[in-house]
């Protein structure tokens, strides 16, 4: 099982402004042992100090039925989270997980077979899926390599599918790299009656062929969010800047990264998101514990609060909690 406590623990710090709330609207549960991270691990990181309210569990493959309709297996996995979300709402003082994003294949013409048994299964708590379009042709140099095919955002089953998650007032949500950002923005563009949520900043890469090129790369990636931003109906989870394949290389250290680090590293990302959204169409989130490989959960929020320091009280509110409450309807 994986367990890297002892790494993240050589770096402890004071909990930044303890009582400000917060709703944390992207994290994973897993319950195979290979990266085992279910409600008490959730539980563990969400109550080490900061004010963590609520959460929004993300797809993420796991759990799902074995047997039956092959587009009705990720629905296990909804029936998996949703028995932790009941547990959760057992103890008052710990995070509650308020929403579900599920997965299905949008391009399929039984999409709507697959949404009803997600709303079944989630008893409250659906909010929306997860298609992500991810893909690179050099998926061997990355550490988590998208599954997508080339091209996804253009299909047109895979655009109706989208669609109709707007229909029926679902959101979307989709992870990519950097290098489909403006693929992305054409589908939003495309896609209008349907609320979409990019993660991860578009996932500006930093390994194989993109290594060294850090400074080139965000050049490119500003202009691209900007055109991305001029489409209102997407918003921006802003988090999952830690992962391997950005290439900043702190889970490879004997140490991990303090809380300023990583503000020196990645705030110039979150001020350009958040310029070009605005605090009302951006939400913080911890991608846990995909982010955990490279810091821990007081770490992150101690950056996050950083980052947000010079922003207005209402804006701050906007970006911890409100705008993560109005998507997700929590």
Request: charged share 25%; aromatic share 10%; proline share 5%.
């Amino acid at each position: 099982m994986f367990d890297n406590n002892d790494w993240l623990s050589q770096v402890r710090e004071d909990i930044i402004d303890p009582d400000r709330e917060i709703v944390d609207p992207h994290h994973h549960l897993w319950p195979q042992v290979a990266m085992h991270y279910n409600l008490d691990q959730l539980w563990s990181d969400t109550g080490a100090g900061h004010k963590v309210t609520q959460t929004v569990f993300m797809e993420c493959g796991s759990a799902y039925r074995s047997a039956g309709p092959d587009h009705l297996k990720p629905v296990g996995e909804t029936e998996f989270v949703t028995a932790a979300a009941i547990r959760s709402r057992e103890d008052p003082a710990r995070a509650t997980i308020a929403g579900l994003i599920a997965h299905a294949d949008l391009t399929r013409s039984d999409l709507d077979d697959c949404l009803d048994a997600h709303e079944t299964a989630a008893q409250g708590l659906f909010r929306g899926i997860r298609h992500a379009g991810a893909s690179d042709p050099q998926p061997d140099a990355l550490t988590i390599p998208g599954l997508a095919p080339e091209g996804l955002y253009l299909h047109a089953d895979f655009r109706r599918g989208v669609a109709r998650l707007g229909e029926r007032g679902l959101t979307y949500d989709t992870w990519h790299y950097h290098h489909q950002n403006l693929a992305f923005r054409d589908l939003a563009k495309a896609v209008p009656g349907t609320t979409m949520i990019l993660d991860h900043f578009g996932t500006p890469l930093g390994v194989g062929r993109f290594e060294g090129q850090r400074d080139e790369i965000f050049a490119v990636w500003k202009d691209d969010v900007a055109a991305i931003a001029e489409c209102p109906n997407v918003y921006a989870k802003i988090g999952g800047l830690a992962m391997p394949d950005n290439g900043f290389g702190w889970n490879t250290r004997d140490m991990p990264p303090s809380s300023d680090e990583f503000v020196d590293a990645q705030a110039r990302y979150y001020s350009h998101m958040i310029d070009c959204f605005g605090p009302e169409r951006c939400m913080f989130e911890s991608n846990f514990p995909v982010d955990r490989l490279s810091i821990s959960y007081e770490v992150l929020w101690n950056g996050l609060k950083k980052i947000a320091a010079d922003y207005s009280e209402a804006e701050k509110d906007m970006l911890f909690t409100g705008t993560a409450r109005r998507i997700y309807r929590l």
